[in-house]
C-alpha cells in the first residue's frame, strides 16, 4: 500500500487503492491490478500474438505426455481460439521481445512454480496486463497454455477489459480430470476429442479412458452360456493375430491411427489421456476370449493361479503398450474379489512389465491394502482411492509411501440410472458438504466427514483428483453426448478445486453461465448460431416458385431458400411435383446443418407413400436419424429407440420430433397440404416419449428418458427405403 505514505491522499487512495487479490475465473487465478495505473487493458486493441523466438520450440517434458506441443504450436491453437471465442483476429509471429498491443508468450523460472507440496511444477504461469499488451509467461509451454485460458476466460467474463496488473498462478495437484467408462459404451473419437477441449478450457490435465468391461456379471442368476454372452467390450482394434478374437466389434472400436488422432488432438490442448484395461476383476471379455483363464465361480474374474493368465495379460499390454502416449498407465485391478496375494503377484509381475517393456509406470484401483501377511504391491505403482471399504488411503497407501489418485466416490457419477450414484456430478459437494474441512473440497480432502483420514494439503503423495463417469447399465442407457451432459457443471466445477481454486457456489454459477457457452475447440451442446428461436424454415412452394427455376435447373440441384434470415438454405435433386412439393424418390434434401441439442422442435409436414425396407430413414445427422421400422424409432449412437405407434402412409402429416431438456419426443398429427405448419408447442397432438430401457443385472427393467440430438443433415436419399413428399421442414430452438 505506498498510497499510505502521501497523508492528504489517504482518504482517496484508500478507495482508489483497492485491489483484485484475484481473477474470478474457473478456476480462481491469483491476481494484483496495479493500484497505481488503474485501468483495464482492452482485448479490441490486441493486434498480435507474438511467440517468445527464444522458445518457440520449447516443450514441457515433465508432465503426464510423452507427445507434448511447442510453445509455437499451443500458440497456433490459442490464436484460433481467439477468433472463435472472442472473435478477435490476430495474427501469430515470432519475435524476441513484446510489441505494442500483442500477447506474448514466453518462458520464465521455472524453479520459481511450485505446487501445494512445494514441489516444482511445469504447469505454472505469470500473467502481466499493462497499457502496452499481456505477457504470459510460462513455467514451460504448457503453463503459458494455462495461461491462455486464463486470458481466454476473463475475456469472456470482463467484456474483453482485463484488469491492469500481474497474477502468477500454479496448480496445486499434477493430476486434474475426470474417467469416461468407454467400457460398457462406445464413444466416437470427435466426441473423446471435444470432451478433451472442454476440459482444458477448464485447465483439467487428465483424461481417463477406461477401456474394456462388461456388465454386472450376475452369478446368483446367470447361467456360464449367458456370463459367457453378456455385454463384454475391448475397445481397441488391432489387426495382430496375438489378439484375433479378443474384440469382436470392429465398428466400436479404437484403431491405432484413431488412437493417435484422439491422443495427439487432446495433448494439443494439454489434455493427456491416460488408458485403462481392466483385470483381473471386470475382465469378462477377455474370459470370453480364452474361457479357460476365468474363475470357474465368476467367469468376469480372471484365475491367476492359471498359467496362461499372466502370459495373456502380458500379450495384450504388449500389443497396445506402443500406442499409448502417456508416462502412466493404468491396468485396472478393480474390485477383485478372490486371493489376495494372487491379486498382488499379478499387478506387481504387470508393473514390472511395463516398466520394462513400455518405460512406464502402472495405475491400479485401490483393492487390498498392504498387509503384513502378504508380499505386497511395489509403492512404484499408484493407487486409485474410491472407497473406503477398499482402503483407507491415507492409513492404507499414503502411510506406506504410495501415491494415491483421490477418485473417492464423493463425486461417482452413474449414466441415467443407478441405484446407488447421482447421474450428474453433484458439484455442491465441492462448495461445501464437507464437514472435515469446514468448507471447500481440494484433491486432498480424501474423506470429506472424517478430517483423521486426510493428510495435509501439502503431502506430496497426493497426485490429485480424477472423477469417474460409470454406465453400469450400459450402452442403450443412454446417447454419446449424455456422457457430456452427466459431466457439463462437474468439469469446471471440480475444475477449480483440482487446481487449487476457491470458487464459491454463487461466483462458480456467475461465471458458468457466461463460460459455459464459450468453451472454444468443441460443440457438444450442438448449438446453431440463430437470430430468432426459428433456425431454419424451408417451404419447397414458396422458395422454388419464387426463385424461377428452369425445368433443366430442377432436375439438377435447386435452392431451398431458408424463410427464417439465418440463410441456412438447403439443396436438393428431388423433382417437384404439380402442387410444388418436393417428391421425394431416390434423391434428398440436404441443409447445411448436421445435429441440433437440447432443446428443439424438428417439424415435418410430409407424406410418406411407400416403404420399401423394414428399417427407412426420414432424416439424417451426424447424432442420429429418424426412422420408421415401421415404428417411429431414432437410431441414435449405435442402438434403436422405438415408439408404440407407426405413422400413417399415403396421407399428409404433421409430424413433430421435440428435445425437450433431458427427454424427446414425437407427435403425428394429420394435416392437409393447405394448412401451415404448426408453431412450435402449438399442437394439440399428442406425444408419445422414446425411452431408453435398461436391464438391471438381469433382475429387472428400468424405463428411463433419453435425450437425442435432432437429425438435420438429410431427408430422404438413395437406399433411404421410403418414397413420399415433403412439402415444409422447420427447426426450432423452443421445446
Ligand atoms: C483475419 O484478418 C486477416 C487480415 O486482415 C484476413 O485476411 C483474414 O481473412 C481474417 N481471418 C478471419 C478468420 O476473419
Ligand atoms: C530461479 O528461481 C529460483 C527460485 O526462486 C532462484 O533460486 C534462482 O536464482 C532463479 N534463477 C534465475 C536465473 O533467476
Ligand atoms: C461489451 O463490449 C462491447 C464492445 O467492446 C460493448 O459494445 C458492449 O456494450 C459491452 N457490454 C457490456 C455488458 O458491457
Ligand atoms: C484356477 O486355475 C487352476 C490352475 O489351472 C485350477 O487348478 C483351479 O481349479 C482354477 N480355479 C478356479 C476357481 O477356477
Ligand atoms: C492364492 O494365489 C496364490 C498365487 O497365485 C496361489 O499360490 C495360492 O494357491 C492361492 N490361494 C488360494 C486359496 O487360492
Ligand atoms: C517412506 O519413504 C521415506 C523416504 O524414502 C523413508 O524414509 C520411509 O522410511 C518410508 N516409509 C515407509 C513406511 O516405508
Ligand atoms: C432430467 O432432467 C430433470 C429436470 O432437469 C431432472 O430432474 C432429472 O434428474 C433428469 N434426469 C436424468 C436421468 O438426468
Ligand atoms: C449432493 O450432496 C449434498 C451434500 O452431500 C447432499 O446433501 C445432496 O443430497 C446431494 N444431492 C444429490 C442430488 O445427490
Ligand atoms: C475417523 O477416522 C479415524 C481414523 O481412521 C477413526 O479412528 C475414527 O473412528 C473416525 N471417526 C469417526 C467418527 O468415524
Ligand atoms: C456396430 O455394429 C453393430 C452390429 O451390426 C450394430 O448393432 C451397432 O449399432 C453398430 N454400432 C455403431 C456405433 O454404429
Ligand atoms: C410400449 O408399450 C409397452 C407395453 O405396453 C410399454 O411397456 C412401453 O413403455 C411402451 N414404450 C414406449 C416407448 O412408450
Ligand atoms: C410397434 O408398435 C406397436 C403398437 O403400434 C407395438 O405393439 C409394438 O410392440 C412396437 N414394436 C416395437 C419393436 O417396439
Not at 57 to 63: I, L, M, N, P, T
Request: hydrophobic share 35%; net charge negative.
Amino acid at each position: 500500500m505506498r498510497f499510505m505514505n502521501v497523508p492528504h491522499l489517504c482518504a482517496l487512495t484508500l478507495f482508489y487503492a483497492v485491489t483484485l487479490s484475484r481473477l474470478v475465473g474457473i478456476p480462481t487465478v491469483p491476481y494484483t491490478s496495479s493500484s497505481d495505473e488503474g485501468g483495464f487493458y482492452s482485448l479490441a486493441a490486441l493486434k498480435s500474438l507474438v511467440v517468445d523466438s527464444a522458445y518457440t520450440e520449447s516443450r514441457d517434458e515433465d508432465g503426464e505426455t510423452l507427445i507434448p506441443p511447442t510453445l509455437q504450436e499451443f500458440a497456433a491453437t490459442f490464436v484460433d481460439d481467439l477468433y472463435s471465442t472472442l472473435a478477435l483476429n490476430v495474427s501469430v509471429s515470432v519475435a524476441d521481445k513484446a510489441p505494442e498491443n500483442s500477447v506474448f508468450l514466453t518462458l520464465g523460472n521455472s524453479s520459481e512454480y511450485t505446487d501445494a507440496s512445494g514441489t516444482q511444477t511445469s504447469e505454472g504461469y505469470t500473467l502481466s496486463v499493462s497499457s502496452s499488451g499481456i505477457t504470459i509467461s510460462g513455467a514451460s509451454a504448457l503453463g503459458a497454455w494455462w495461461g491462455t485460458r486464463t486470458v481466454l476466460q476473463q475475456g469472456v467474463l470482463l467484456n474483453g477489459s482485463i484488469p491492469y496488473g500481474e497474477g502468477m498462478d500454479v496448480p496445486g495437484w499434477r493430476t486434474r480430470g475426470m474417467m469416461l467408462d468407454a467400457g460398457r459404451h462406445y464413444y466416437p473419437p470427435e466426441f473423446i476429442v471435444e470432451m478433451c477441449s472442454y476440459m482444458s478450457f477448464f485447465k483439467q490435465n487428465t483424461f481417463q479412458l477406461h477401456l474394456s468391461d462388461n456388465l454386472y456379471n450376475n452369478v446368483d442368476i446367470y447361467s456360464t452360456e449367458r456370463s459367457l454372452s453378456l455385454y463384454a467390450r475391448f475397445r481397441l482394434w488391432s489387426d495382430s493375430d496375438d489378439v484375433a478374437g479378443l474384440n469382436q466389434h470392429q465398428n466400436e472400436s479404437y484403431t491405432r491411427q484413431q488412437f493417435e488422432d484422439i491422443q495427439s488432438a487432446c495433448v494439443a490442448r494439454g489434455v493427456t489421456i491416460l488408458p485403462e484395461i481392466e483385470a483381473p476383476g471386470h475382465a469378462l471379455v477377455i474370459v470370453q476370449w480364452k474361457p479357460e483363464i476365468g474363475l470357474s465361480d465368476d467367469l468376469s474374474l480372471l484365475n491367476i493361479s492359471h498359467p496362461d493368465t499372466i502370459p495373456t495379460m502380458k500379450v495384450i499390454w504388449g500389443t497396445f503398450m506402443d500406442w499409448f502416449h502417456s508416462k502412466t498407465i493404468h491396468i485396472g485391478a478393480d474390485e477383485y474379489t478372490a486371493n489376495a496375494s494372487g491379486y498382488n503377484r499379478f499387478v506387481n509381475e504387470m508393473a514390472d512389465f511395463v516398466s520394462e517393456t513400455g518405460g512406464k509406470s502402472t495405475r491400479i484401483w485401490g483393492t487390498f491394502p498392504p498387509k503384513p501377511e502378504y508380499d505386497n504391491i511395489d509403492t512404484g505403482v499408484s493407487v486409485q482411492h474410491w472407497e473406503f471399504f477398499e482402503d483407507n488411503p491415507l492409513f492404507d497407501y499414503i502411510l506406506n509411501n504410495y501415491s494415491v489418485v483421490n477418485s473417492d466416490d464423493t463425486f461417482y457419477t452413474v449414466n441415467k440410472w443407478s441405484g446407488s450414484y447421482p447421474q450428474t456430478v453433484n458439484i455442491s459437494r465441492s462448495f461445501n458438504g464437507n464437514p472435515a474441512t469446514s468448507g471447500i473440497w481440494q484433491p486432498f480432502v480424501l474423506d470429506t466427514k472424517n478430517s483423521t483420514n486426510n493428510p495435509e494439503r501439502s503431502n506430496p503423495l497426493v497426485l490429485g483428483s480424477v472423477v469417474p463417469l460409470w454406465n453400469d447399465y450400459g450402452a442403450n442407457a443412454s446417447v454419446y453426448s449424455e456422457a457430456y451432459y452427466a459431466l457439463k457443471d462437474g468439469i469446471p466445477a471440480l475444475g477449480d478445486k483440482q487446481w487449487g481454486g476457491d470458487l464459491s457456489e454463487a461466483e462458480f454459477t456467475t461465471s458458468f453461465s457466461k463460460l459455459g457457452s464459450s468453451v472454444p475447440g468443441q460443440n457438444l451442446d450442438r448449438a446453431i448460431p440463430s437470430s430468432s428461436s426459428t433456425i431454419f424454415n424451408y417451404s419447397s412452394g414458396s422458395c422454388v416458385s419464387a426463385r424461377s427455376f428452369s425445368a433443366h435447373a430442377l432436375r439438377t440441384e435447386t435452392v431451398l431458400m431458408d424463410q427464417s434470415g439465418n440463410a441456412y438454405d438447403a439443396t436438393t435433386d428431388c423433382s417437384l411435383t404439380s402442387e410444388a412439393t418436393l417428391a421425394i424418390a431416390s434423391c434428398s434434401l440436404k441443409t447445411p446443418l448436421s445435429s441440433k441439442g437440447r432443446d428443439y422442435t424438428l417439424s415435418l409436414k410430409i407424406r410418406v407413400g411407400k416403404l420399401s425396407s423394414g428399417d427407412a430413414t426420414i432424416i439424417s445427422g451426424a447424432d442420429s436419424a429418424l426412422m420408421l421400422t415401421p415404428n417411429l424409432t431414432f437410431s441414435a449412437s449405435g442402438n434403436y429407440y422405438r415408439l408404440n405407434s407407426t405413422m400413417p402412409t399415403g396421407s399428409w402429416i404433421n409430424l413433430s420430433v421435440v428435445g425437450r431438456g433431458n427427454q424427446t419426443f414425437a407427435s403425428v398429427q394429420p394435416t392437409t397440404l393447405e394448412d401451415p405448419l404448426p408453431e412450435p408447442g402449438s399442437t394439440a397432438a399428442t406425444e408419445e416419449e422414446f425411452l431408453a430401457v435398461l436391464g438391471i443385472n438381469g433382475e429387472y427393467f428400468v424405463w428411463a428418458p433419453i435425450a437425442i440430438e435432432a437429425p438435420i443433415s438429410q431427408l430422404g436419399g438413395k437406399g433411404s427405403g421410403w418414397t413420399g413428399e415433403l412439402a415444409a421442414m422447420s427447426l426450432s430452438s423452443l421445446a
